[in-house]
């Protein structure tokens, strides 16, 4: 297992819990309805918000291997890009290590 991958997608499944937070602070509003994410990139030191609509939000979340975050934050040596906004990217975890990490740490499986 690479190291790297690993914390590369340690990093992204935090911040998509901290994301399942947010959206239990929401899940009153509908699925049109637009909230401020915290990018689900790999650098633990991004703070940077995106505006994602509650629907894509939880279309995402269906899929343990998908992850919202900023254009420009995406780590094409473990994933890449499958939808395109120009608020976020959505993408796929695309190495062995970085699929099997997104798994075990889905809050929702």
């Known amino acids: 297992m690479n190291l790297w991958e690993e914390r590369i997608?340690?990093?992204e499944a935090l911040f998509r819990e901290v994301n399942e937070r947010v959206a239990e602070l929401h899940d009153?509003?509908?699925a049109g309805a637009t909230t401020d994410f915290v990018c689900e990139c790999a650098d633990a030191t991004?703070?940077?918000r995106i505006p994602v609509p509650?629907?894509?939000y939880e279309r995402v979340r269906?899929?343990?291997h998908l992850f919202l975050v900023r254009p420009g934050h995406q780590q094409p040596e473990v994933e890449r890009v499958v939808e395109t906004d120009e608020r976020?990217?959505?993408v796929c975890k695309d190495t062995p290590t970085a699929e099997k990490i997104a798994e075990q740490t889905d809050p929702r499986s």
């Open 62 to 64: 269906n899929d343990s």
């Open 88 to 90: 976020f990217l959505v």
């Open 54 to 56: 509650m629907g894509m």
């Open 46 to 48: 991004c703070t940077e």
């Open 28 to 30: 009153d509003l509908g």
């Open 9 to 11: 997608a340690r990093n």
